[in-house]
Nanobody, 124 residues
């Protein structure tokens, strides 16, 4: 049974950092891509970062600044998303999702399974 469970969301001050975790089960992380998405209030889901089963990562938000690096531990079945230099505009519900392919793509419709998400609020 495929499951994805996010954790690590919190209230943080502007300029702060958070490390989100996505614990997965029911499939092999080396075979498929995992994407992190976010949904801000009143907005649609947007891709943040994605990591392939084998082969690297893709960054869709602030790629030049490198604010949202993604990594994983295949042995622990966990995918991480580091959130750096957080701004109030980063306030959102953050989700991880499974794509039944090894490659990354930024469209939410391409991802078959989703976790419940974790809330990140950036405020003074």
């Amino acid at each position: 049974q495929v499951q994805l469970v996010e954790s690590g969301g919190a209230l943080v001050q502007p300029g702060g950092s958070l490390n989100l975790s996505c614990s997965v089960s029911g499939f092999d992380l080396t075979d498929y891509a995992i994407g992190w998405f976010r949904q801000r209030p009143g907005k649609g889901r947007e891709a943040v970062s994605c990591i392939m089963g084998i082969g690297g990562s893709k960054y869709y938000l602030d790629a030049e600044k490198g604010r949202f690096p993604i990594s994983k531990d295949n042995a622990l079945n966990v995918v991480y998303l580091q959130l750096n230099s957080l701004e109030p505009e980063d306030t959102a519900h953050y989700y991880c999702a499974l794509r039944w392919r090894n490659t990354c793509i930024q469209f939410p419709s391409e991802y078959a399974y989703w976790g419940q998400g974790t809330q990140v609020t950036v405020s003074v």
